[in-house]
Structures are given as structure tokens and as C-alpha cells.
């Protein structure tokens, strides 16, 4: 899927997705973290795996996407896996906000059909609710899209009907139409 294309990893902690879009023959890809210590991660795990570097930026991902180095049509895969943003049930109105507004962001950079991996981890946020902000976040940036793939955790997680929020991870693929 990363042949030729030119991905932006954002919250990308150690690589994997990055090293994963190098080994697909990914042109160009930007890894961008807050943590020093993970981007530092980031370019050994390049370097043990033989794939060049690629670009690695350490910086507060909102700041990065408000930039101007980056601008409409600098990509064509944008993987957006943040951290928990509702840690509890009083963050989840916030939470969504920033999805909403992350996601508006990336949908803004992509080139037509290009793709967003959008994931939340937050078991307080429901996937009818991320998936609404990803609607919310599209409208934002003027974008038609269609969800290609909803996917969650593995099986092996706990899936309780007495614990809803223990299907905290959920990720929608949307191409941009």
C-alpha cells in the first residue's frame, strides 16, 4: 500500500508503522514525536532494519500539523495513532474535540485517495462516537471520504459486556475521495 507514496507518522513512538511504509517502498516518510527518547528509537530501529532513515521529527504533533512546512497534498498515507486522550469519564467531551480536531488536520494534508489511519485508544470514547468525529473532521476540511476498514484489538483483549471500555482500541481506513 506505501509503494511510491509518501506517509506521515504521526505519534510514531518507536517506528513501527514507519519501518512497515519503508518496507512497502514508501518515497518519502516523516516520523513525528514529542519524545526525544522515542524518536531516538525510531532511527535505530531504521538502522537495525537496513531502511535508510527517513525523516525524523521530534515536536508536539498539533504544532506540527499547524505549521508551514507541511501543507494540502504533502501525502498520501497519514497514520494518526495517538494516546489515550479520555483517560477518564470527564475527558470524553474533550477527547473528542481533539480528535476532531487531529483528524480535520490530516484529512486537510492528504492528496485525493489518500488514506487516514485514524485510531483512538480511549475506552471512554465509543466507536459510534469516534466515528461520528471523523465525520465532524471531515466536513472541517472539506473532504468526501469513505471508510475502507474498521478494525479493533485483537481477540486475545477482554471483551466483557459488563466492561465496555475494555474495547478501547478502534481504528477506521478512510480514503479521501
Given at each position: ?26 518515497e ?7 519524545s ?15 531502511l ?5 521529527v521530534?515536536?508536539d ?10 501543507k ?6 497519514i ?21 476532531m480536531?487531529l ?75
Amino acid at each position: 500500500m506505501s509503494n511510491g507514496k509518501k506517509v506521515l507518522n504521526l505519534f510514531c513512538y518507536t517506528g513501527a508503522f514507519s519501518l512497515y511504509a519503508a518496507k512497502g517502498g514508501a518515497e518519502k516518510i516523516v516520523s513525528v514525536d514529542t519524545s526525544k527518547t522515542a524518536t531516538e528509537l525510531v532511527k535505530k530501529n531504521f538502522e537495525l532494519n537496513k531502511l535508510g532513515s527517513g525523516e525524523v521529527v521530534v515536536a508536539d504533533v498539533f504544532d506540527f500539523l499547524s505549521t508551514e512546512k507541511i501543507k494540502a497534498g504533502d501525502f498520501d498515507i497519514i497514520v494518526c495513532d495517538p494516546p489515550a486522550f479520555a483517560k477518564s469519564g470527564g475527558n470524553v467531551q474533550k477527547a473528542l474535540k481533539a480528535y476532531m480536531d487531529l483528524n480535520r488536520k490530516c484529512l486537510a494534508l492528504l492528496k485525493k485517495d489518500g488514506v487516514l489511519f485514524s485510531s483512538s485508544c480511549s475506552g471512554r470514547v465509543s466507536i459510534d462516537d469516534f466515528r461520528n468525529t471523523l465525520k465532524i473532521a471531515a466536513g472541517g476540511a472539506k473532504k468526501d471520504v469513505q471508510v475502507i476498514s474498521t478494525i479493533g484489538q485483537a481477540v486475545d483483549h477482554t471483551d466483557k459486556l459488563s466492561f465496555p471500555e475494555g474495547r478501547y482500541l478502534k481504528t477506521l481506513v478512510l480514503q479521501v475521495l
